[in-house]
């Protein structure tokens, strides 16, 4: 059993940066970890994913080249380093962890087993 929690959330202006941080407990060894977000009103989406030994990382388009996830096995934790906001990038953001063989759907919130509550993010403009 793997528990996330979330945090470093808030209420940021459009070009700001934010870094959200995910701590797990339990064993994530070869688990991918991921970011979701959901706006109100919209789908769940995909953010970014990272294997294990983060030689994999990927990105949804619409974050690439401003958002970096990056994780600290020796702590347990999962980060997504936020820059250049977007009033779009408004959403609860989701920590995901999961066993992914192949690398296969690492985009498809289905693939992961366990989940975080949620921070929000809001970026005003």
């Known amino acids: 059993q793997v528990q996330l929690v979330e945090s470093g959330g808030g209420l940021v202006q459009a070009g700001d940066s934010l870094r959200l941080s995910c701590a797990a407990s339990?064993?994530?060894?070869?688990?991918?970890m991921a970011w979701f977000r959901q706006a109100p009103g919209k789908e769940r989406e995909f953010v970014a994913a990272?294997?294990?030994?983060?030689?994999?990382?990927y990105y949804a388009d619409s974050v690439k080249g401003r958002f970096t996830i990056s994780r600290d096995n020796a702590k347990n934790t999962v980060s997504l380093q936020m820059n250049s906001l977007k009033p779009e990038d408004t959403a609860v953001y989701s920590c995901?962890?999961?066993?992914?063989?192949?690398?296969?759907?690492?985009?498809?919130?289905?693939?992961?087993?366990?989940w975080g509550r949620g921070t929000q993010v809001t970026v005003s403009s």
């Open positions: 995901a962890a999961g066993a992914i063989p192949g690398s296969i759907g690492v985009d498809r919130g289905y693939k992961y087993d366990y």
């Open positions: 339990g064993r994530t060894f070869n688990y991918y």
């Open positions: 990272a294997s294990y030994s983060v030689t994999s990382r």
